[in-house]
C-alpha cells in the first residue's frame, strides 16, 4: 500500500513539474510578444511625434522602453533582440529629439527628415525580417522566432 502511495506521489509531482514548464513556456511567450507588439507602437507613435505628444505616444513610448530593458532577461545575447531594442530604442528617441525640438534645427529640416528615413529603414528591415520566415516555432531562427518562441530565460 505504501509503495502505491509512493508511486502516486511520484507521477504527481512529475505532472506538476510538466505544468510548471509549460506555463513558464506560456507566460515567456506572452511577455515576448508584449515586447513585439510594443515595437510597432512605439513605431506609430514615433513617425506622428509632434512638438507636443499625445498621452498614447508617450504611453507607447514608455511601454517600448520597459519591452527594452526587459528584453535583456528575456532573450540571450546571441539573439541579437536585445541589441535591436537599443537601436531602435536610440534612433527612435533621436526621431523624438528633433521633433520635439524644431526650434534647433530650423535652417536643416533634411537633418530631421534623414533621422526619420533612419528609424523607419531600422524598422522596415525588422519587418522584412519578419515577412520572410515561416509561422511556426521549429528549427527556424529567425527573427520573429527569435521573438516570439526562443527557448528557456537566459541564464538556465
Not at 514548464?21 to 511625434?49: M, P, T
Not at 528584453?71 to 531602435?88: A, C
Not at 529629439?97 to 524598422?123: C, M, Q, V, W
Request: proline share 6%; charged share 30%; aromatic share 14%.
Amino acid at each position: 500500500m505504501t509503495a502505491y502511495f509512493a508511486w502516486h506521489q511520484k507521477k504527481i509531482a512529475k505532472e506538476q513539474a510538466e505544468l510548471a514548464r509549460e506555463k513558464l513556456r506560456h507566460d515567456l511567450y506572452n511577455r515576448r510578444f508584449e515586447i513585439f507588439s510594443s515595437i510597432f507602437d512605439f513605431y506609430y507613435a514615433v513617425i506622428s511625434w509632434k512638438e507636443t505628444p499625445t498621452p498614447e505616444q508617450q504611453a507607447a513610448r514608455q511601454r517600448f522602453f520597459k519591452a527594452y530593458q526587459e528584453s535583456v532577461f528575456l532573450f540571450t545575447k546571441e539573439s541579437g533582440i536585445p541589441d535591436l531594442l537599443k537601436m531602435l530604442n536610440d534612433e527612435g528617441g533621436e526621431v523624438i529629439y528633433f521633433r520635439e525640438n524644431p526650434d534647433k534645427h530650423k535652417g536643416d529640416p533634411a537633418f530631421i527628415i534623414e533621422k526619420s528615413k533612419k528609424f523607419t529603414g531600422t524598422l522596415m528591415a525588422f519587418e522584412d525580417g519578419l515577412a520572410n520566415e515561416p509561422p511556426a516555432c521549429s528549427g527556424s531562427r529567425g527573427l520573429r522566432l527569435r521573438l516570439l518562441c526562443e527557448g528557456p530565460v537566459p541564464g538556465n
